[in-house]
């Protein structure tokens, strides 16, 4: 609005300045050539003297003011008007470019507010999923807790029973092969027995993050008879329920696959703070090929997505002969962020 106004009232404002630029002109060169006529007449002051030197200066002054008008002052008003002419074209183009640069600056605020909520909902969906697996992984533990385990069990009671019977019938083979029986029977409700107790969680809701981490240290050593070195320090005293579930779950998974594949070697467990909760796992074992081994099995696949659905990241170091190790990160304004309410 303001430059509509300066473009309306910018002729009439320059023709008056010309006006008086031209008439300044004017009067300063009448009074220097009045000046000059008085030197030359001697400073005659008689009244021929004056009128003619007045005269003189006066014609001089309207003869010489159009030339001064057209070679002076129009070409230097009508660069002025060309310059002022430019400046508000270029004001306009920046007050338009200005305009379109906010508008692009509301659309991406738009767009980062509408990016941030998705990215909640998506870690909420997450959360909701890891809480739904849980629940699932709790219920195949306490069904095999009640169903086969229960069974082998009635099984093998049962089988104590046909002892005599085979002792007296089968001779010595029929004695040796029932213990191969027994023992296979009692190996299987044993190893039926781990995955129950494996997959049922332990109350986690009173324990703070240290005591999630020794209880599945300690869960890992009494089932495998091994021994786990931890090293806990500088941890959270208050940790989502979430949170506590994810870092037992990983401990977990990670100690029996150091176990299996790793022949239980310096199992380690370490967790500290560094700008985010870390969380490593490591082994002294044969170790293997990133490149050529695959790193998508359903535990390692399993740990990745906790540790994800709470914005943390997983990964993986291991060579051929220099053990492995596993890092998970989790960002600390998650640890006590709403999590998996009940598991």
């Not at 709470?310 to 709403?338: F, K, Q, V, Y």
């Amino acid at each position: 609005m303001p430059s509509v106004l300066n473009k309306t009232a910018a002729p009439g404002f320059q023709a008056n300045q010309m006006l008086v630029m031209v008439g300044w002109i004017g009067l300063i060169h009448f009074v220097v050539e009045a000046a000059i006529m008085g030197m030359l007449s001697g400073w005659d002051l008689s009244r021929r003297a004056v009128e003619v030197g007045l005269l003189d200066s006066t014609l001089l002054t309207i003869m010489s003011s159009p030339l001064i008008y057209m070679y002076v002052a129009k070409p230097f008003i009508k660069s002025a008007h060309e310059a002022e002419a430019a400046l508000s074209r270029e004001l306009l183009v920046q007050a338009e470019q200005a305009a379109t640069l906010e508008t692009a600056l509301t659309r991406l605020t738009h767009s980062l507010e509408l990016n941030e909520e998705l990215r909640v909902r998506l870690q909420q969906a997450n959360e909701k999923v890891a809480e739904i697996n849980e629940r699932t992984l709790q219920r195949i533990g306490a069904d095999l807790h009640d169903g086969p385990a229960q069974l082998l069990t009635y099984a093998l009671l049962r089988l104590g029973k046909f002892s005599p019977v085979i002792a007296s019938k089968g001779g010595p083979s029929g004695a040796v092969e029932l213990e191969y029986m027994r023992d296979a029977l009692t190996d299987t409700l044993t190893e039926v027995r781990n995955i129950s107790q494996g997959l049922s969680l332990p109350q986690l809701g009173s324990a703070n993050l240290e005591e999630s981490i020794a209880l599945a240290v300690t869960m890992h050593q009494e089932q495998t008879g091994t021994k786990v070195y931890m090293s806990l320090r500088g941890l959270p005293d208050e940790a989502s329920q979430a949170v506590k579930v994810c870092v037992y779950r990983v401990v977990q998974e990670s100690l029996f696959n150091a176990y299996k594949h790793g022949g239980a070697s310096e199992q380690k467990v370490a967790a500290f703070v560094d700008g985010q909760l870390v969380l490593e796992i490591s082994d002294s074992g044969p170790g293997f090929d990133l490149q050529t081994c695959p790193t998508d099995g359903l535990g390692l696949t399993g740990m990745r997505a906790r540790v994800e659905a709470l914005g943390g990241t997983l990964t993986i170091h291991s060579s051929p002969g220099h053990g492995t190790r596993l890092s998970a990160r989790i960002e600390l304004e998650n640890l006590c962020r709403m999590g998996v309410a009940h598991v």
